[in-house]
């Protein structure tokens, strides 16, 4: 019973963060940053919760949080272009961190760039046109830096915070 | 334990190196073209009309949700439109071939084509 509240409680800690993080986010841009491009904060939620907790409990908390973004900032396509991104970010993330290779910035960069390609592909489906294939290379630079930072961040607060 | 942390690092660099380098691979792959003659606008997919980048004008596309695409000396740009990011006003003006403007929530793609632009507009 201790248990379950107490996973219960977490889940909710967590989601309730990564909902903070996505309007953060909306609300302070980035300065500067070329169109489309977003440091991804939530990301960091699903980090901690895939190295603290498990894939399963990051794939929940991920897919609660992108449904209740869409609901309150945006659309059916966002909702499409958000679980596609962040499907595939937390698989290549998962499969990553299971090698043992890379560190969590490794696995987070690989989360970043999952996230963009995967957007972009349903994005392809959605126009019905590969030509979007020109905004590529920008997406995988920022994917690489976003994630970046986000693992840099994410491996201070899976050292440091306690759940 | 130091020794597997310095793998790890090194292997985090290596796929860091390899997207970037992707990356500028593609990008010299897919690099505009010279000056385009047209704005190509399709929505969903399908292309809904076609402007000249030579004649000024400006056009709203879509009534409930619109956005309204300026052709001005030789580019085209998105000035206005309700969707809720307006990525698509950031990222104008266009003017060179195979540039693109998106704007994903209306599913508008508006991309410069090549070619001569004579004769009449082919509006349709």
Known sequence: MEKKSGRAARY???????????WLEAALPLPAAPP???????????????????????????????LLVSLTFGNAYSLAYSLAGGALSLAV????????????VGVSVAGGVGHNVGQILVAMGVLGTARLA?????????????????????????????? | MQKDRKKAALHDLLLAAGVLLAAGVLSLLLRPGGGG?????????????????????EETIGQG??????????AAAVTEANCGDRTCVVM?????????????????????????????????
């Open chain 1, 12 to 22: 909710a800690l967590l989601t309730a963060l990564a909902l903070v993080l996505s």
């Open chain 2, 37 to 57: 003659a047209w704005a190509v606008v399709s929505v969903d997919g399908q292309e809904i009309a076609r402007y000249r980048l030579d004649q000024d004008r």
């Open chain 2, 65 to 74: 949700d619109y956005n309204i695409l300026r052709i001005e000396n030789g």
């Open chain 2, 92 to 124: 104008g003006p266009i003017s060179r071939e195979g540039e693109t403007i998106v704007c994903l929530p209306h599913r508008l793609l508006i991309r410069v084509e090549g070619g001569e632009a004579s004769g009449v507009d082919a509006v349709s």
């Open chain 1, 134 to 163: 020109w905004y590529l290379p920008a997406l995988l630079v920022s994917g690489v830096l976003a994630g970046a930072a986000i693992g840099a961040a994410g491996g201070l607060v899976v050292r440091r915070v306690r759940l």
């Open chain 1, 93 to 104: 993330m998962a499969l990553l961190k299971k090698t043992g290779k890379f560190s969590i």
């Open chain 1, 36 to 66: 489309g491009v977003k440091l991804g904060l939530a990301n960091l939620t699903a980090v901690f919760a895939l190295y603290r907790l498990s894939l399963r409990d990051a794939a929940s908390i991920s897919l609660t949080r992108v």
